[in-house]
């Protein structure tokens, strides 16, 4: 079991004469030093209002700055311009696939020599591909 500490038995110190006067002049000039509650209060009005604004400002600048641009005339031309480039180059790019023929030499020996045309190869299914395995039709 724990023993009860009987403060009574404790020996005690008698304050000194001017010692309650010192303390409570402690107090009221310490409580003298501090800027009053409402004091308090008000500049963290300000700062939140400060804040707000300073993040309201940041966030307007933010949202012009992602607001699209104005089309003008000259903007128009220049997509006009960069389409028809691009259709040049897409084009060219469908004349080459025209042009170049789909065929790959084999060379069994260095007599014989076998062409493959790649267009009459048909892809084999997934379900095929992976066993490697295919059927003749």
């Known amino acids: 079991m724990t023993e009860h500490l009987d403060l009574k038995r404790l020996p005690r110190e008698e304050a000194s004469d001017g010692f ?4 409570l002049h402690r107090v009221r000039t310490d409580q003298a030093r501090q800027p009053a509650p409402r004091l308090r ?6 700062a939140v209002v400060v ?8 966030w307007a600048r933010q949202s012009a700055l992602s607001e699209p641009a104005t089309v003008t005339a ?4 220049q997509l006009r311009s ?3 480039e691009l259709s040049r180059e897409l084009e060219s790019l469908h004349r080459l ?8 030499p084999v060379s069994i020996n260095p007599q014989t020599e076998v062409l493959f045309d790649l267009r009459d190869i048909e892809p084999l299914p997934v379900s095929l591909a992976s066993t490697g395995s295919r059927r003749i039709q």
């Open 20 to 23: 309650t006067a010192n303390v």
């Open 41 to 46: 209060l008000a500049l963290a009005a300000v």
């Open 51 to 58: 804040a707000s604004a300073a993040a309201g400002a940041w």
């Open 74 to 77: 000259e903007s128009l031309e």
């Open 82 to 84: 960069e389409y028809q």
């Open 97 to 104: 696939a025209e042009d170049t023929q789909p065929f790959v």
